[in-house]
């Protein structure tokens, strides 16, 4: 009998890719430690500072989740930024 997938685990499954991904470009890493929040990485490299939310195949940035992300990256002096992980593949929009 085939494994269900839990969606909870395969989005912190991205999270974790996409952080990889740019630790090995020189960022500095935090994830967030529940799914709760604005963001799910927190990532800094020479001074930029960046608030990632992650998403995985095709669901959607909500408008409300980008307005709050933006705002708690504004008060942070960060950059606000969605990322989508599909088939190995990671786009960046910065909202």
Do not use: H
């Amino acid at each position: 009998m085939p494994r269900l997938k839990n969606p909870y685990r395969s989005g912190r499954r991205a999270e974790r890719i996409v952080a990889e991904r740019l630790s090995k470009k020189g960022w500095l890493i935090r994830l967030s430690k529940g799914s709760k929040g604005p963001w799910d990485i927190y990532a800094l490299k020479s001074g930029r500072k960046m608030l990632i939310q992650v998403k995985k195949g095709s669901s959607t940035f909500s408008r409300k989740e980008c307005r709050r992300l933006r705002r708690e990256a504004r008060k942070r002096g960060a950059i606000a930024a969605l990322a989508r992980y599909n088939r190995g593949k990671i786009i960046f929009r910065f909202v």
